[in-house]
Nanobody, 121 residues
């Protein structure tokens, strides 16, 4: 199971660090992804980190502002979001995938409840 936390209300330009903690012993063997769902919109890819932590992938909107380090010893991923913008507002979901290198939501089989991030202008 995956549990996301760290969301909140911030002003544009500020930062937030989210976290996603996994239970069970297989997290180190899975890619971890973050997806955002804004009100009334589809879930979109934000960032992914490989199972080893040495490869990452970001949506164009997140590149240069977000990072997604992981600590496999703690089975946790720590997305860091900097220079937040109002368009970053939404519920952020973490997910895990056995499939390596995919950014598609349908390739992620394990999902956790999201954490809400609201960025005011």
């Amino acid at each position: 199971q995956l549990q996301a936390s760290g969301g909140g209300l911030v002003q544009a330009g500020e930062s937030l660090r989210l976290s996603c903690a996994a239970s069970g012993g297989t997290f180190r063997n899975l890619d971890a992804g973050w997806f955002r769902q804004a009100p009334g919109k589809e879930r979109v890819f934000v960032a992914r980190v490989s199972r080893s932590g040495n490869r990452t992938s970001y949506a164009v909107s997140a590149k240069g502002r977000f990072t997604i380090p992981r600590d496999n010893a703690k089975s946790t991923v720590y997305p860091q979001m900097n220079k937040l913008e109002p368009d970053d507002t939404g519920v952020y979901h973490c997910a895990a995938s056995w499939r390596s290198g995919s950014n598609y939501p349908e390739d992620f089989g394990s999902w956790g409840p999201g954490t809400l991030v609201t960025v005011s202008s």
